[in-house]
């Protein structure tokens, strides 16, 4: 490799130490997990390590594939910025992989001292984070599944192709506590994952609620679902008004009450699951829970949950998606998403759970 600008290729020898860059969301490092196990079959001896801030830092507690989490907390940045990078410094890598695109994941991929720093092309980055990398992988088209996006990186290193896996498993006592969580949860489960990061996501507390009745009785076929809502401590006045709309159906309402370490021992037990475009439905998904997403300002072609695209369900309206974090229509796209369309695709997820089995 002579310029960056030209597209990786395999690197020799093989790293001894491995630094991946992704600090951010919740759905992004769980949808570059299986880059992780792609380089952990590729190098096993080697020591792999993950630049990650707090709020996802969960998904990499106990995780077989990693080495070491090297976490930011941005709660009191500056101050804790120097310290974190002090840390890179010393992990002493000899490839750095930055997935985030932005100024500080290139500046953390730079200052790790690393001889192979890998980056998205200048295309696809932003605040200028492709002048921190010395190879940069192929331009990815916007709208490709990031996860594919992720797995370009392996093969710009030349590593071998491999089953598409996240590794997330939950602990003996974190399946403990979530069996004591759900004890008086009648089985079949319905998982209602409640918010989103991002406000012009999230869908209306009274469809939400619809859906949730219509699927609490027994339908052709399919059984009557106990539903589970799961959401943060940000999401507990929204889970309160899914409540208030459910007319007496019975709920378990465990908003405010779960960490990302008890929804990857959560959502096994639970038949299905429904919700708009967050960490949580990815969760789902890679833990092998089927997802009904709802997608409005965000698109589904580029984020849908690996294995449950075709469950999708996007609003229809010209301006979807537009990418806006605060809607200036009142969230017209989540609203012309119908409880029966929900509940209709909840139950082709359930037919493709029974028929996988």
């Not at 949860?185 to 996501?201: D, E, N, T």
């Not at 401590?233 to 405010?256: I, P, Q």
Request: hydrophobic share 45%.
């Amino acid at each position: 490799m002579s310029s960056p600008e030209a597209i990786a290729t395999q690197i020799a020898p093989p790293p001894r130490r491995v630094l991946i860059v992704l600090l951010g969301a919740i759905g992004d490092v769980v949808r570059a997990l299986p880059l992780l196990g792609r380089i952990r079959i590729a190098w096993p001896g080697a020591h792999i390590a993950w630049a990650v801030e707090p709020n996802s830092s969960g998904l990499l507690d106990h995780h077989r594939w990693l080495d070491e989490a090297i976490v930011y907390d941005r709660t009191h940045a500056p101050w804790t910025f120097i310290p974190f990078l002090m840390r890179i410094r010393k992990g002493h890598f000899d490839l750095a992989i930055d997935l985030q695109r932005h100024l500080k994941s290139g500046f953390t991929s730079r200052i790790s001292g690393a001889a192979d720093r890998f980056g998205f092309a200048a295309p696809n980055t932003k605040e200028f984070n492709h002048l921190f990398s010395n190879h940069r992988i192929a331009p990815q088209p916007n709208m490709r599944l990031k996860l594919l996006q992720y797995q370009a990186f392996g093969d710009a290193l030349g590593i071998a192709q491999s089953p598409i896996e996240f590794g997330l498993a939950a602990t003996d006592d974190e399946r403990a506590r979530a069996l004591e969580m759900l004890r008086d949860a009648p089985r079949p489960i319905l998982a209602v994952i409640l918010g989103s990061s991002w406000p012009s996501r999230i869908y209306f507390p009274e469809s939400t609620a619809a859906v949730i009745r219509k699927l609490a009785r027994p339908g052709a076929g399919s059984p009557a679902l106990f539903p589970v809502l799961l959401g943060g401590s940000g999401e507990t006045k929204l889970a309160g008004e899914v409540m208030r709309h459910l007319d007496g159906v019975r709920a378990l309402n465990l908003a405010g009450r779960t960490s990302i370490r008890d929804l990857i021992a959560i959502f096994p037990q639970c038949a299905v699951a429904f919700g708009p475009d967050s960490g949580p439905m990815h969760i789902a998904a890679a833990v092998g829970c089927p997802v009904v997403s709802l997608w409005g300002a965000t698109a589904a072609e580029r984020s849908a949950p690996w294995g449950f695209a075709e469950l999708a369900i996007s609003g229809a309206i010209p301006c979807h998606p537009c990418y806006l974090r605060q809607c200036p229509i009142g969230r017209e796209c989540m609203r012309r998403i119908s409880p029966e369309e929900v509940t209709a695709n909840v139950g082709r997820a359930l037919a493709m759970r029974g028929a996988a089995r």
